[in-house]
């Protein structure tokens, strides 16, 4: 596995996952929402558990232990990240009012949701992250993720500073 690859697949993952959750809260809540952690447009939680899901895929074990690894990688994603913003006294996201939470960071519900998640992933993304590596020998793709990790970087940092701050 190439780190390069990884590299694009967590700066993909975040902003896809930023769109997506952006378009679910703006329907719900009919405003424009802020949520997560980092100002900008990506979610790293969700740059994570792209790459968490296309590392389970690239394995060599049966499909259907692939699709268990899915929702049990993303959940054990979102309890350890729900859990550790929770000691900083911030909630990112509330499953509270869903039957069967864990302190509100995870529920079956989302599990499930995972699960199809994944699925969908390994049927729609993933046979095309083979051509990664086409992609990233073009010569604009190294200029973008590299603007991409500037402006992320400088972002954690400014949220980190934010969160000790308040």
């Known amino acids: 596995m190439n780190a390069h690859i990884l590299v694009f697949i967590f700066a993909f993952g975040s902003v896809i996952g930023w769109v997506l959750e952006f378009f679910w809260r703006f329907v719900q809540e009919k405003k424009i929402p802020h949520f997560g952690f980092c100002y900008g ?47 900083l006294d911030k909630k990112l996201w509330d ?11 995870i529920s079956a519900f989302h599990c499930f949701a995972w699960f199809f998640l994944g699925i969908t992933f390994y049927y729609g993304l993933f046979p095309y992250f083979v051509h990664i590596p086409a992609l990233l020998q073009n010569s604009i793709s190294w200029p973008v993720l590299g603007t991409f990790y500037v402006a992320f970087s400088i972002d954690v940092i400014f949220s980190i500073y934010h969160i000790r701050k308040s």
């Open 41 to 87: 447009p990506y979610l790293p939680i969700y740059g994570i558990g792209t790459m968490l899901l296309y590392i389970i895929s690239l394995t060599q074990i049966p499909l259907w232990s692939k699709f268990i690894l899915f929702p049990v990688a993303c959940t054990g994603l979102e309890l350890v990240v729900g859990l550790f913003f929770l000691k």
């Open 95 to 105: 499953y509270s009012e869903r039957r069967w939470n864990y302190k509100g960071v």
